[in-house]
């Protein structure tokens, strides 16, 4: 991933020094069950960790590479240069998956923990802004267009609850990438013993894959990346949301605009939502890796190496931006200039359109037909949207009307406290 | 979905009749829990139950939309035509999203329950099949060159376990998916109780909306259709297996052949696998519904209706397809007819060089490095690969080896059995 | 493709009754060019055609398919129990791909011929609505905040132009696709004559595939796809752009709202953009069906029949979307009310931060550095952004800018009609 | 990308030294327009080029862009850190978007000439292999079963005719990309002359934008991504060709393995079709890029900068992709080496069930209907299939067939020759 959209904190999992100490890690954990039992001599793991963990040369296994086009082959001889004689009994019985799949684990699951807690600040931040904005009404939109009041806060406190459930499908697909396997070319466990492979994953955060070929299944890896989109798309749904609110004519809301930050080269009145715009674009990309992940899990008999390439920029990639997209929408969130007054301007433009819905169900309740009261409310409606005379006018003049209902009765419809009377239980649901 | 992939029964599900007497349901379950409160008048639900469950005539309501183009006003003008006055009590207080959200939400669940009953005598038939062949030696392949060898029965396993983790995904989605919502325009339960909805979406399985907006959060109806996607890549895995295992040079099982059946309209001599290419392609369709699903997501302010076009085709289209897939996949596997003289011809075709890290590792346990056994070992492979001798000579004929390995550890070595000792268990992890 | 997003007239094309028709029709040209050659005896093709075309029972096929379980031969075996004996010197040297892929080559031209006049008339109507608009000022926006004026006719022929872009690659497409194949089994004519093929695909007016395996290349209904996708883009950007217009806040133009026409079942003052949010879903319809298209181009060999089931669903279904989609979008262009007055008042509610380029540009002319006058417009901008004066007011108030610019220069740069002075000469190229 | 998928030579059009000296130029160019019309004074843009180009900082760059968040004025406030005074002359009456996709037109331009080159170098590659193969018989394969022969000529011929129409598209792409815009705020030449643009993009090798909004329209740059993931499924196509053709039962061409190289670390004895599967993968990140690149089309109004994120990763990560996949298909295709005994072996092996059709064909020109001489033809292979004698001794063997057919009308129908009859003819279509 390009360094504007890479926290280097987080990236630094997929470097190529990570990878290689991550490799040597699952080499010495299944090296260290061999030892307990007999089958390497003791002490050999300790004298490899000793001369090579922390003491990989990531360029001379590039090097080596060059010339065996291999890369586990390549770590394995650095390693035979880095430690000797003992580095011999390393990758006893097994096939170069068993260690990049255990690594890929590893690092996955490492992946996955920063980022729920990436999503739990996150989830701290909307708890935050639900709550301050629980009362401030807003109007509420369908289609774009006025629909009924709600508040700012239920807003919030949607994209808490969506993104909560993103949370849970994120755990779902750590659980099930927190796999290796140590079972050998097509995970048999031709050359090495399964309780081995229990014992050294363990020791790595990992239990074995159910039933392995030469590799761990890749629809574990679709649903990592799959998880990561949902994610995404929770992220771009509040994005779009404040791109709405900061529209000129809308203007209930707007990013925080830093100090000396210019909106436009050319147009020094501009304050764009930048933040959002971004954080929508990079929710397609991280569509976009879900997508290729899928056609990485049918692969040839007991493996083909075609998802290899697709794995090495997309599971990097997708994750870094994952962690990127959690910061920068916190950073939205926190930051989010909410405007209180705009937004009553804005629920009271229509004259109180809003509220056609009350005054056709007290008509019903007065004993009308529903399809009856509603032309009738159409009718006040559509007159006061082509300037004709406010709504409540309209509808205290329309004689249908006017003989069904008060006054007081069209008061009543008009409260917009009684529209908000269940906010506190909504809330409640959210965040409990 | 196209007649040729549609199972009737299946269909139903998602007919105008199914969906219309399921808004019905919907609406009576609110109206029944109105009744309760003495919000709407004991009886209405049973008076409008008797006069139109059951009597829906879709033709008509498609008449009435094809006026006021909105579907659920034509539908309830046609209750009212059906039920009178009592009608006029129906839909108080809700939007046409209450019905429509919650329907999808029966229908979707409905669907999965019925797809996890196909998933389960799918996974029977691959456990079935695994049991069976759990003895039969076949050559393991990676990269679609001879590793070493496996059983049919562990190929099965694995299916069976990729499959067993699709069900845990599509059991996530049902469980995310059976929500409803009968909290009016927006969400807010402006004009009806939280109390109704909870009664009244309990009577019909569903539990509301953790914070609604018009309409129910899209990520649970994406993944549905992302469940569904994992579902139709694992039987793609299935599909190309048995595909390679037919071709003409491996032919180690084939497809079952019907009686009568023809299978090329040019060439009289040909088996082809259609089962399994046809399953192949429509895994792709699964996948193409499940990325669109995505969109759907960010919608704008309380909903935007861009979602809706998009599920009325992918939503019936994928569950039908799943469906479909899942009864002819079990045909597949149920007919699959398997060779195991053949497996073990192209076992043995390569005179034993798919043992050569069992060669491999005794040199390394008679001490020599790894990487230096490698090149020996892999000298006389390649020479037998190119046709100069067979590998277990070159390898008696090696001086560097032979002064090693007795021809004792080369039996060893080439021992079969012993490759395929730990399948019992592997099995037996399967299907714990 | 569901009824409600279908034309009968053009689903037609992809009925069974238009696809057998379709087969017979290439299978007689093929049988007239070998009567010319005797290698079929003369009159066959007639008598055929006379027993046979226009009489072929779909049903009858349908049931003999579930013997054979191969679609041609049924059709073949149909068309013997229909013509007798002559039937016979039908499919001579052929394989059913030559009769299939020629015949879907027909069927694409024909969708694409008839995509292509939708196109045309979609065209039409926006160049007349830019026309009608060409002088009519609204605000122009960039992140959805107001950016300087531009004018409605000016979206409009945007939209014109790009739409013509997608012409240009539909015509690629169907130029492309207009080919077929009467190759035998795997393309080499083992049993018949390219000069057969040549002259028969030229009666249905087709050319052959340059090198055919088994069937026509897939990348080539992929584009087909492909280019149906960019323009729902192309639909789907009309369809955001008329919702954003009809925006409560924005009301510059909405969609045209029928008698009778309900907006909402709850609330009966709505009037939602409801074609334009059903165009944008159908927009990611069309491009999930060309992301499927993708993965059938590589198939095994000389042909693996994987993109088959793809193919059934998803070229009829994606070709009668679009159809549908230019149809509804005709409509909704057509239809568009747009509003010239709310369009102004808009552009004048900033009281003028829209000229603030303008005024930037009068400072660098006056002398100063760009970054120095930018700090300049933008105090004066965000001073009357956060309500503080009006923005001409503040540039006037600001003794840096008095210095360089006198009333007339600021009343130069608020002008109106000089930005708007280029606009028949864009309109020009669009439509040239 | 990452470096291991990416080469320098080619990278470096995206990296930010380019992208700044690009910037640079395109300002250069518009100056120099306004110099030759007195809008601005002469030797403006000498004074700047002289100062700048070529030395411009990125990491300074960087570092302002830090404050204000807007790269263009951070680039500009830079360039008047080199230049002084001229460069407040820069950027008079243009926008961000004028600078940065005109720029990006320019880099797009030479990404898809350098990629056009390297298409050609890989058609030189695939004919040279096809007239070298055009005479080799090798079974041809529908379904991975075999069908008749062709020759292995054949298959370059058409992954070359193939691949020749994937640049067809990117001859389209590339002429669709080489816009420019250089129009201001909104695209009205507010503040700018029709004819600088013009003149200004000429100088760069573009047009203009034939109706700009604030950006040019995004379809031209998800055609670019669209005809590079095109190309990618050819080469999927080749590398899935080849995978088939090296797997170890069909062994009938393999990839060129290098001295030294090593395709296992457990298994000595394996030889990897590495390059293939490598490549298959990557066209999977080609189609992504493109899935994600109609995501962009529908902006907001005159724009939204939602498309930004996705192009600063998509666009330079597919065109390097596409760039790397090439040099190495071409590789994979020069390197491959073919096996014409085996490929003769695989074809004699089915003992002339291949020859079927030529069998069924005989029968029917001696009078048979087609499908009675097919259920003739299809017992004989059928019992063949199953190991009851050869396909030749059962047809005379069987009298239905023997009283029809003579032993000479059998050696015709098997002989080979006589199906490749026909190579030239295609071969001449391929490469003319």
């Not at 260290?32 to 039992?37: C, D, I, P, T, V």
């Not at 992940?293 to 931006?321: C, G, K």
Request: charged share 25%; aromatic share 6%; net charge negative.
């Amino acid at each position: 991933m390009i360094d504007r959209y890479s926290r280097p904190e987080f990236a630094e999992i997929w470097s190529d020094a990570s990878r290689f100490e991550t490799w040597l890690r699952v080499e010495l954990s299944v090296c260290r069950a061999m030892e307990k039992r007999g089958i390497v001599p003791k002490g050999t793991a300790d004298a490899v960790s000793e001369t090579s963990l922390g003491k990989l040369d990531a360029a001379r296994i590039s090097e080596i590479e060059s010339t065996c086009r291999h890369d586990v082959i390549a770590f394995l001889t650095h390693v035979e240069e880095l430690a000797g004689e003992p580095a011999r009994w390393l990758h006893l019985g097994m096939t170069s998956s068993d260690v990049l799949d255990s690594s890929t684990g590893v690092q996955c699951t490492t992946a996955l923990a920063k980022i729920l807690e990436g999503v739990d600040v996150l989830l701290a931040s909307l708890k935050k802004r639900a709550e301050e904005t629980k009362a401030t009404p807003v109007m509420g939109r369908s289609h774009g267009i006025h629909a009924e009041p709600i508040t700012a806060g239920l807003v919030f406190a949607r994209w808490y609850a969506q993104l909560a459930r993103c949370r849970e499908r994120i755990e779902g697909a750590k659980k099930r990438i927190a796999v290796g396997k140590i079972a050998g070319a097509v995970g048999t466990y031709a050359n090495i013993d399964p309780e081995i492979e229990l014992e050294a994953l363990g020791e790595v955060g990992l239990v074995p894959e159910t039933v392995a070929s030469q590799v761990v299944s890749r629809d574990r890896h679709a649903e990592v990346l799959n998880a990561l989109a949902f994610m995404g798309a929770a992220i771009e749904d509040m994005a779009v949301g404040v791109r709405h609110w900061q529209r000129t004519e809308v203007g209930e809301a707007e990013e925080g605009f830093g100090k000396g930050q210019k909106g436009s080269s050319a147009m020094p009145h501009k304050k764009n939502p930048i933040l959002s715009e971004n954080l929508t674009g990079l929710a397609r990309l991280l569509r976009a890796y879900a997508g290729a992940s899928f056609e990485n899990i049918a692969l040839w008999h007991e493996r083909d190496i075609s998802h290899s390439s697709v794995e090495r920029v997309s599971i990097p990639d997708a994750t870094i931006l994952a962690d990127f997209m959690l910061v920068r929408c916190t950073r939205l969130i926190d930051g989010l200039v909410v405007k209180p007054e705009r937004m009553m301007q804005n629920l009271e433009r229509t004259g109180g359109l809003c509220f056609s819905e009350a005054v056709l169900l007290s008509l019903v309740r007065a004993g009308l037909p529903r399809q009856e009261a509603y032309v009738m409310v159409q009718r006040c409606a559509m007159a006061a949207h082509a300037g004709e005379g406010t709504f409540r006018d309209n509808l205290g003049a329309d004689a249908d009307i006017a003989s069904r209902l008060t006054a007081e009765d069209l008061d009543a419809a008009f409260d917009l406290q009684h529209h908000l009377r269940h906010v506190d239980t909504i809330m409640a649901r959210a965040f409990s």
